[in-house]
């Protein structure tokens, strides 16, 4: 009989298949993950504190840098935030504007998890693929805003910059390019047996488990859980577009996959609707004062990010910096379930597990 | 010689632009003077016209130029409105055509606004039968106003035919839209000193509102700002209750039955936060109330979207924001906690997700949660000292 000893096995923080900084210490028996231990915080820059410090306006910058991979979204839940506590009526253009720029995000987001998680699991292809397509609509919003990543773009009350000349045909022609695109990825990856046999029964959870764990978004819709912020708390203009919150019951990493990929054509059709409905013109910054001062007291909204549920809570005290500002993170929350999903499992597993979740450090560490 | 071609067949786009917009502009202005001097405004475009033809940027020049000054002279002409009450502004007369012209045409625009214009200040400022200076002050209100919105209208209009070139013009307008809008907030000072204090004299009014006019403005603003809030928290909620008063009436009312009354400090609709419904726990209370939203059948809170804390100074504060998936409703739960002692208990027992975040209200701000299986210092390290949320802290460096 072999006999094995407990063993620590430490893995990070730098480590290829965390895509940050993250550790995780795992106390293994062989080959099986005994226990594992998350360790974070690596990547924390305080973001909330520095934003005690500034006006509203400032702080968008910031929050380019918490989840970098989608950092139009973050830009929006602050100023939808500051809007909700002013009432800001915002322009129809500028709102055209954010959910054009937000839904190509989320596009891109879910191409670079696409195309990274399967380099993690060991095809290499992919992720060329869908660096290409990505580098596309990086361009995209490189035109509309001025910066590959960390745009700025959102303001309280509207948008910095109008789409310049051209740039909602480049949408438009990019629409049916992806989806031809998306086909290949499909043959190319989905339904291959390797993968198949990787993704298949791996980090797996139920619905009320989700729910438990505060999971949200792909993480959570793969339980079979239809709830999308954008369909059922609709904010800026999404009640207008007919979309479908794709969902898929097997509650692991393959199910994620699917939701994941669905959620990419769900976008398109935002876009393509966003592209038909866009004003031709009107003002993309409503009139706000020169200086932005939320009303005194406190808020709390929450908006679909490609990673699940970003909230921002705000509480203020009439001046022009918030009094206390908070992030509620969907990398962090979706983190804290990790633990339970190694435990038991194979350690080939971690990363396949750790790759579904779908997490950027810079939103976990804040 | 292509490049040149191209440059040439550029320039003549340019000019051919600029000539619909001349076009435009002159069209818009006889509409609004409606038997008004037209010959100004031919003369204008005549002048671009052919300055088109030879230089580009000659003709854009010589357009902001123009666009400046007659901006500036509307600009004095409100001025004068303001002062008198009246329009003569015409002693401008030897001052050249082009400028003249231009302010004929802001008074034919702020003219033909004023009607309307009036009636909007009518319904704002109800004081305005008591006093004749009141009036007067209106009517320079209006004016002003009348002249602020034709410009932009113009403003406008002018983008559409030639984006660059207008930033002088911009600068010039927005000058003029700032002056007025001083000159409005001036006058309803004035106005309500008057009607405060009676003090009759035209000239000290205004004086003290031109000194005062930038602290009205402001005031104004926060006033507006205020509005909201104090609007909402008073005479709204009688006038129509929140959509969301329905279920707050329902948490309260089956909570305070199973679980006594007292248990709650508060409960009320906040109007900020999209209408949340938000109760504000005992301290002793708080996990006995958050157990019952999550396993009550009629409540039954099954998901925490977010919990943190917050330093208020005064108190320590937990925030705790709830979803149903079952009943598609959203609550706020808040406990406010000593700030020496900041200790709660941990809500991890009923919701896993509340892990994390718990640990990080502990790192960031010294939050203890009893019975959190391990409360840790998630971000920051256990040798960090001090709390960094927390409004007192001072940053701990060996080195200095």
Redesign the interface.
Same mark, same amino acid.
């Given at each position: 009989m072999i006999r094995t000893e407990e063993m620590l096995l430490n893995v990070g923080p730098q480590h290829p298949s965390t895509h940050g900084v993250f550790r995780i210490v795992l106390k293994i028996d062989g080959e099986i993950i005994k226990e594992a231990t998350p360790v974070?915080?690596y990547l924390?820059r +305080?973001t909330?504190?520095i934003a005690e410090d500034l006006q509203y306006t400032q702080i968008i910058p910031y929050t380019d840098r918490m989840d970098y991979i989608s950092a139009m979204t973050n830009n929006y839940v602050i100023c939808h935030a500051v809007e909700? @506590? @002013? +009432?800001l009526e915002v322009p129809e253009r500028a709102e055209y504007l954010r959910v054009m720029a937000m839904e190509l995000n989320r596009v891109a987001s879910h191409l670079v998890w696409w195309g990274t998680y399967l380099l993690d699991i060991g095809a290499v292809s992919p992720f060329l693929y869908a660096f290409r397509e990505r580098e596309m609509i990086v361009n995209m919003l490189n035109e509309l805003s001025g910066a590959r990543l960390t745009f700025n773009y959102m303001r309280v009350g509207g948008v910095k910059w109008d789409a310049p000349e051209g740039w909602i045909e480049k949408v438009a022609e990019f629409i049916p390019y992806m989806r031809e695109q998306l086909k290949g990825y499909h043959q190319l990856v989905t339904g291959n047996e390797i993968f198949m046999n990787r993704v298949k029964g791996v980090g797996r959870y139920t619905k009320a488990?989700a729910?438990?764990?505060?999971?949200s978004g792909p993480n959570l819709r793969c339980t079979g859980?239809k709830?999308d912020l954008r369909k059922?708390e609709p904010y800026s203009i999404y009640d207008r577009f007919d979309f479908d919150v794709p969902v898929s019951d097997g509650g692991d990493a393959w199910a994620r996959y699917q939701v994941r990929m669905a959620e990419i054509e769900e976008s398109l059709k935002i876009l393509e609707q966003a592209v038909e409905q866009f004003p031709k013109e009107g003002a993309i910054l409503a009139k706000v004062?020169k200086i932005i001062?939320a009303?005194? +007291?406190?808020?709390?909204?929450?908006i679909e990010s490609p990673r699940g549920?970003i909230?921002c809570?705000i509480?203020s005290d009439?001046k022009k910096e918030p009094?206390?500002l908070?992030f509620?993170r969907p990398s962090?929350?979706n983190?804290?379930?990790l633990p339970k999903l190694l435990k038991g499992e194979n350690i080939a597993n971690l990363i396949a597990i750790l790759g579904a979740i779908d997490i950027v450090l810079g939103e976990v560490? +804040? | 010689m292509g490049g040149e071609k191209d440059l040439e067949q550029l320039k003549r786009e340019a000019a051919a632009k600029a000539k619909e917009a001349a076009k435009k502009r002159q069209a818009e202005k006889a509409a609004a003077e409606a038997g008004g001097t037209r010959e100004p405004v031919k003369e204008e475009s005549e002048k671009a016209t052919p300055a088109n033809e030879e230089d580009d940027l000659a003709k854009k020049k010589a357009a902001a130029v123009a666009k400046a000054k007659a901006a500036a002279a509307a600009k004095k002409a409100a001025m004068q409105q303001g002062a008198e009450g009246e329009a003569p502004g015409n002693e401008e007369d030897d001052l050249a055509k082009k400028k003249a012209a231009a302010v004929a045409k802001a008074k034919a625009a702020a003219a033909a606004k004023k009607a309307a214009m009036q009636q909007d200040t009518a319904g704002e400022a109800p004081g305005n039968e008591e006093d004749d200076l009141a009036k007067k002050k209106a009517a320079a209100v209006a004016k002003a106003k009348a002249a602020a919105a034709a410009k932009k209208a113009a403003m406008q209009q002018d983008a559409e035919g030639e984006a660059p070139g207008n930033e002088e013009d911009d600068l010039a307008k927005k000058k003029a839209a700032a002056v007025a809008k001083a000159k409005a907030a001036a006058a309803a000072k004035a106005k309500a000193a008057a009607g405060g204090a009676g003090a009759g004299d035209d000239e000290k009014a205004k004086a003290i509102a031109a000194a005062k006019a930038k602290a009205a403005a402001a005031a104004k603003a926060k006033a507006a700002g205020s509005a909201k809030t104090g609007g909402d928290a008073e005479p709204d909620e009688t006038a129509k209750p929140s959509i969301n008063q329905p279920f707050l009436d329902k948490y309260t009312k089956v909570i305070e039955k199973h679980l006594g009354e007292g248990v709650l400090e508060e409960s009320y609709i906040n109007k900020l936060s999209k209408d949340v419904p938000t109760l504000v726990a005992k301290r002793d209370s708080y996990f006995k109330v958050a157990e019952f939203l999550k396993y009550n059948e009629q409540l039954s809170f099954d998901y925490l979207s977010e919990i943190h804390g917050t330093d208020f100074e005064t108190h320590m504060e937990v925030y705790v924001h709830f979803y149903s998936y079952k009943n598609s409703q959203s609550v706020a739960l808040k406990v406010k906690i000593n700030r020496d002692q900041p200790e709660i208990e941990s809500l991890q027992p009923l919701w896993e997700g509340a892990n994390w975040p718990e640990c990080e209200a502990y790192d960031l701000l010294g939050i203890k949660f009893t019975g959190h299986p391990n409360l840790n210092r998630i971000m920051l390290g256990e040798d960090w000292v001090g709390h960094p949320m927390r409004k007192d802290y001072e940053p701990y460096d060996v080195e200095v």
């Open positions: 974070i915080g924390h +305080g909330e504190k909700t @506590m @002013m +009432g488990e729910i438990n764990y505060s999971l859980v709830w059922n004062p001062k009303p005194k +007291g406190e808020a709390f909204v929450r549920e909230g809570y509480a009439g009094y206390r908070k509620r962090f929350y983190l804290q379930i560490d +804040g | -």
